[in-house]
């Protein structure tokens, strides 16, 4: 029995390696089309260096290829909440699931992220990682059935330390930037700056809050727009590429996805003033939407953030008084937590991406926001 246990949990560990792999793949074929179609400098969080007509035209024809695409049938990506409650089924479940490979959702994901759309690769990752993996334990069951009959606690752990190292060997996790390393961790001095530090991590967090709802709203009233007036799927790419064509010529770092423009940021690198800061801000979440509801879908996490850290840094900016680390933190956490109506996740990831700086404003935020989310979803199931 020890050994049909021991077996189980390599099989878990091997596939979820397998799966790690080529996850780390796909981020580096992400990465190679990224420098191809933009250049260098994008990878790095800057603007773009190529020539002026083809960073219009990019996005553009990305937008006529997403169409298309649509258009003769192809699969939207699901959006990363929707895969991750297929996840939370059960084994019986899942098994009975229509998660076959599929390469429109590949193609669709990697077209939406190279051809400027501010969007993040956690969608298009997570569900080839989900549809990947559970194929794979198909396999597998299919040449060992009793493998699968052995129900052990070490089995997810397994399949899980598997993807991280799968993931880690190609690389995968450099796509997501340091964040906050490398940015010195500031403490309060004492306990009456500890306290207004909680204060204004309080009103950023009301802010975040704020915004989250704001995001939710516009994406509600891009679709009903699109019902409203029959606009065809072709068109709303179209729609949504012409509007990043010209952002692109006004604000080149609202589009992308964020995670490499987080650290020069943070770091003071990007040399943007308060005002261009709040307006990057406010364009990456406004951008996000209309891509998610014009049919370029991908994740949203690294866009808010990134949207949320620039109004931070454009407020610290532009006021002087509120401590930088403490505006990022809330207001990264807030925003995220409003939107998913939960505060685990978005302080965990507001944690990994600044490397725990701020952590009880991140905290305060996080719970501001979920409350602002739970009373915007109460308000919007009312009749």
Known sequence: MQARVLVSVFANFLTGAITGLLGGLVMALLDYLSQLAWGQQVL????????????????????LAIGLLRRAGAQPLPELHVTLAQLRQTNEQQQSLDLSFRGSHLLLGLLALVGGGSLGPEAMLSRMLAEINLNLKRVQQSISPKINLIKSRW?????????????????????????????????????SQAGLNLLWALVLGLLGGCLGLLFLGLRQQLSKQWQRFSVSTLNQALFAGLVL??????QPLALFSGEQQLSPLLQGALMQGPGALLLLGLLKIGLCALCLESGWVGGLFFPLIIGAAAIASGLHQALGIIPNEVAVSALVASIQAAILAQPLVPLFVTLAVLKGHALPAALLGSLVGWQLGKQGKKTTAQP
């Open 44 to 63: 790095r969080g800057f603007p773009s260096q190529a020539p002026v007509v083809w960073q219009f035209l990019l996005p553009l024809i990305t937008g």
């Open 245 to 250: 064509a010209l952002v692109n010529i006004w």
């Open 155 to 191: 089995s997810w752990l397994a399949a899980l330390l598997g993807g991280i190292a799968g993931f880690a060997l190609t690389q995968g996790f450099n796509r997501f930037g340091g964040g906050e390393q490398g940015v010195a961790f500031i403490w309060p001095q004492s306990p």
